[in-house]
């Protein structure tokens, strides 16, 4: 019988394979797939059992860490989002926090909110923080609201209402509601996603976990159905933000804990090579195609927080800190207005991936960068079974960023 980690980035997808029985281990490398991005998975399957003889059924445990969450937040590829907030709390999402990311940037702006302000609603309610009702739904107002969500091509609809910590009798009548008004909209609570008090950040997270959530639902029912397609019996697991397990079904519906699982595995993979080595203390630098994560482990064992930003947003629930930046292998050098070189967090992905990939890519990337820098050996990528086009990444970052800013490649 084998265990099988199958590691999902925005270039590569990485799977390792364990025998219960001997403890060898056995790993491989693939493309991603960025489209489609279950395919990387399935292809990398696939390539595993032909490459060490393995039948499906021999396949007993299958854990799977993804970034499909966190690269749909940070390159804001996500659902079309409304939200039904409390009368007077339409702009809590803009508002967010007294404090400036930046105390003396004039200049600085949070990012905006994931759902602008024309897809959010108010209803009359309210709730105190008692649990008390002092005022009492007004379902016109919903099925109204609803009926314009749908008109505006909203797939998935964010109820946070004020005080639904304390009570959530009131959001879970306005999913009700929604399922007799529109039963194909995915609905995501707040009372269900994070039941605790603080408002911005509660509906942060809750906007956050809708916002992923078709993405990551769509994802990973396309694995399974195609697993179940090569005979293999396993159940999915997902890695979770917190480096814990959740079903793939639970994954689904409370996506927003899986926003850090590909990065979270990453840190506990090394934390164990650490201590393997006698290093209890170490900073884990986790680089993949879009995203580049650090995190601090102290005494053997990873920082965790409660809350975390990611793309300048906030979520609130359990997670290994690590701090995310849109700047991967794949993240695409450009320049701004003012004549600035910025990178990200717009990623080349797998496909076309990065100029000296030579799949068509045009824009030059960080990977681009290290390849004329002499960092990566173009004879010997991926082991050896990539040949990258030095040449062409030269003329790339000539032509799109050291021309136009005056500067030698």
Known sequence: MFNLGVDVGGTFTDLVLINEETHEILYTKTSSTPGNPDEGVINGVRKVMAQFQVEPRSLHFIIHGTTVATNALIERRGAKVGLLVTRGFRDVLHIARQTRPKLYDFFERRPDPIIPRHLRYEVTERTLHTGEIREELNEEEVRAAVRELLEQGVSVVVVCLLHSYANPMHEQRIRELLEEEAPSLKISLSSDILPEFKEYERMSTTAINAYVMPSVEKYLRRIIESLAGLGVKSKLHIMQSNGGLITWENASQKSVHTVLSGPAAGVLGAVKLAEMVDEPNIITID???????????????????????????????????????????????????????????????????????????????????NLVLGYLNPEYFLGGKMKLDAQSARDAIEKKIAGPLGLGV
Not at 293 to 315: R, W, Y
Not at 333 to 354: E, T
């Open 287 to 369: 680089m993949g195609g879009t995203s580049f994560d650090v995190c601090l482990s102290h005494h053997g064992k990873p920082a965790f927080t409660t809350e975390n930003e990611i793309g300048g947003h906030v979520i609130k629930v359990p997670m290994i800190d690590i701090k995310t930046l849109g700047a991967g292998g794949g993240s695409i050098a450009w320049i701004d207005p003012g004549g600035a070189l910025q990178v990200g967090p717009q990623s080349a992905g797998a496909d076309p991936g990065p100029v000296c990939y030579g799949r068509g890519g045009m824009a030059p990337t960080v990977t681009d960068a």
